[in-house]
């Protein structure tokens, strides 16, 4: 389509990108005239490109359209108007002259919150929901039919612009162009909105923006978070209007500060080390982070009595130079202003929240060790505050104590990654107590990536007091649960922001394929956390406690409830397959659960969850609350199992392992979760899509190298189809590529380490011996490194090792049973001593339904297989193991 794009800011910038990459012609860019010099970054990209650009600061004269713009307008001749974030009022002559009308942007779930500050008052009024409409322009601007919606959760402290980041901007823009390709396609709808449930609400401007004291402290919060950074809510304080910021609900005890007298507040504030605590007329409280003073300062509001007290800094020479380098980036961005002088206020020169991503921008690269961010420049906005600031924190005096991190670098997969490789202890990565190390191997080409610190006796009796202290006594201990969740979803952002970095470490230390680790060993991880993070201010929910009814009720009133609390210190023992999926899947509900942890990776596998423990301290997480023990597990794991103040052990690994850590555990009676061996069936019957069984049971087999715990080991191929099903494995196996993890082409990495190798082979010599046919593979590929090839066995008997005992490498062991013969498979699946998982592929629900049923096994895929979500509990039954992972917080066992 031809379009006109009527709008401005970096929104309406992507929406032209995007578009364009879509195909469509912009044949037009209507946006606003230059501010205080600056070009909107709309008309920047297109004057870029060549499209037109006109920046019209009206379209209305007293009403009536102005006519030579209209006239320009029409020049372009556009067949529809797209108008993302459009803030001008546009007149109906040109609403309604290309051929498709016009689409317009809206922040709210239309017809509710019409008007120019929906998204402030869909938090001031404290919906659960928030999102946007894409509806057709008519003369009213926000009230015509509507083309599409899409919606999000609100959280309990998010603001505008945690809205406008995480959901309005991206989604926004990805809908907008969604639109425009339904238009094209004469798809589009058109929905009238219904009046039920239409608001319209005033434009929030400063003098609107004064807090109302005499509500409870949750409509305080939605006040203030609702006018968060514009137009900001407002109090007067010692005589002048202090603007509030950063406000969260503090579910707490009153904590320790000075009193601070609000006009029109029934009840003094509160300084405190954490903020200004403000009171509700319900007696609850409200934690306000920042302040700002009508001259435009900022300061933290835990520094609102000595925010005077600090004296200039003296600079150094060098210092001196950065302060001109740092006046010379913002004469840069502020053109319009003659002389950058030391009371120059960046916003009130002109500057724009897409400036302060420039300026730190520019800074970075000219002093890279100087870390600043957004929020600094709102703290600092004076050019004189702004670089005393600078240089406090280049000297490092706001910092309490900086993590120090010894690191080993590599020069990997384009990029370089930095690994930490000792002990994480209370906060501190630290050699380990006897200065004992042992090499990580690279099982792509055998080389040595780092000398990993082994923690000794010592060293678990260190991280468990570390973790008793914070427990009991620290800051974790005592936080608000939605605090909690803060932490662990900033934790989740950093571990996404890292996830390239982290998959390249689990390509090089564990084998597994790039592109692998980057959806599912990283991507899950993320996921998971999210999904806690939800959880945590959520585990007092009528399912995880209880009011029950007792003989005493009555007439004495007497009443009995039940509640969910964190057990304490919990050691979790992970794998070596999923090195950083595995820790989530545990850590994650741990945490969220409101315990500590000490962690011992796989001794072969411990690099990235060392990197995990380095983001989790720069995510802000209080020290001994996560401790990482690289090492053996026969020393670190056995003392941690059988640790008296440990109180809750998690292992996935080996049956013979679980069986030893139950014996430790019983040394204090802790509470045991274990995900242990599985041997899982896979039939396929006569009447399943055959091409997607061969596809899916290649999935179930050789996923991660056939390192998966829930791998199909045994496949049980109905007779009429056996043969062919064997064929097709092995024309599309013998497509698979073998090779470097880190090529994004490879489908099948090196197994993990040399000894699991090794045992491979043997497993397939065992079959060849006991009469089983091999098909294809079982041998060492000729090439450095442990890699094996894809194998396929068939005529396996029951009674065969190969037929009771788990590979967990890429080996297909095929059994062929009689046609419609139902029970007799069923049977023949369920004779193991392992359940964790299952299959079955056929089209025939009844007898899908029979069989799942009857499958002794935690989880049993039809017509698909290795689906696992964050959302849906995961463990097995008989010697597989008990204790559940991932799904509801309270179902799991760490509460």
Known sequence: LKLALIGQSIFGQEVYNKLRKEGHKVVGVFTVPDKNGQADPLALAAEKDGTPVFKFPRWRAKGKPIQEVVAAYKSVGAELNVLPFCTQFIPMDVIDCPKHGSIIYHPSILPRHRGASAINWTLIQGDKKAGFTIFWADDGLDTGPILLQRECDVGQNDTVDDLYNRFLFPEGVKAMVEAVDLIADGKAPRIPQPEEGATYEGIQKKENAEISWDQPAAALHNWIRGHDKVPGAWATVDGQVVTFYGSSLLDASVPAGQELTIKGASRPGLVTKNGLVIFGNDGKMVLVRNLQFEDGKMIPASKYFSADETTALELTEEEKKMAEDIRAIWKGILSNIAVIEDSTDFFKSGASSMHVVRMLEEIKQKYSGLQLQNEDVYMATKFADFVQMAVR????????????????????????????????????????????????????????????????????????????????????????????????????????????????????????????????????????????????????????????????????????????????????????????????????????????????????????????????????????????????????GQHLSKHPDVRKIGFTGSTPTGKEIMKSAATNLKKVSLELGGKSPLIIFNDCDLDRAVKMGMGAVYFNKGENCIAAGRLFVEESIHDEFVRKVVEEIKKMKIGDPLDRSTDHGPQNHKAHLEKLLQYCETGVKEGATLVYGGKQVCRPGFFMEPTVFTDVEDHMYIAKEESFGPVMVISKFKNGDVDGVLRRANSTEYGLASGIFTKDISKALYISEKLEAGTVFINTYNKTDVAAPFGGFKQSGFGKDLGKLFSTSFL
């Open 393 to 636: 924190k280049l000297r490092g005096e706001d910092k309490e104590e900086e993590l120090v991190i010894d690191y080993v670098s590599k020069n990997v997969n384009n990029m370089t990654v930095n690994m930490p490789y000792q002990c994480f202890i209370n906060g501190q990565f630290i050699n380990a107590d006897d200065g004992k190390t042992y090499d990580t191997i690279n099982p792509t080409d055998g080389s040595i990536i780092a000398s990993v610190s082994s923690a000794s006796f010592a060293d678990v009796d260190k991280a468990v007091a570390a973790a008793k202290e914070a427990f009991e006594n620290g800051e974790w201990g005592r936080m608000n649960a939605r605090e909690r969740g803060r932490l662990m979803y900033r934790l989740a952002d950093l571990m996404e922001e890292h996830q390239e970095e982290l998959a390249t470490i689990e390509s090089i230390d564990s084998g597994a394929v790039y592109t692998l680790a980057l959806k599912t060993h990283i991507g899950m991880s993320v996921q998971t956390f999210r999904y806690f993070a939800g959880w945590c201010d959520k585990i007092q929910a009528s399912e995880c406690g209880a009011t029950i009814p007792i003989n005493q009720a009555r007439p004495n009133h007497n009443l009995t409830f039940t509640k969910k609390e964190p057990i304490g210190v919990c050691a979790i023992v992970i794998p070596w397959n999923y090195p950083l999926m595995m820790l989530a899947w545990k850590s994650a509900a741990c945490l969220a659960a409101g315990n500590t942890l000490v962690l011992k990776p796989a001794q072969v596998t411990p690099l990235t969850s060392l990197k995990f423990a380095e983001l989790s301290a720069k995510a802000g997480f209080p020290k001994g609350v996560i401790n990482i023990l690289p090492g053996s597990g026969g020393l670190v």
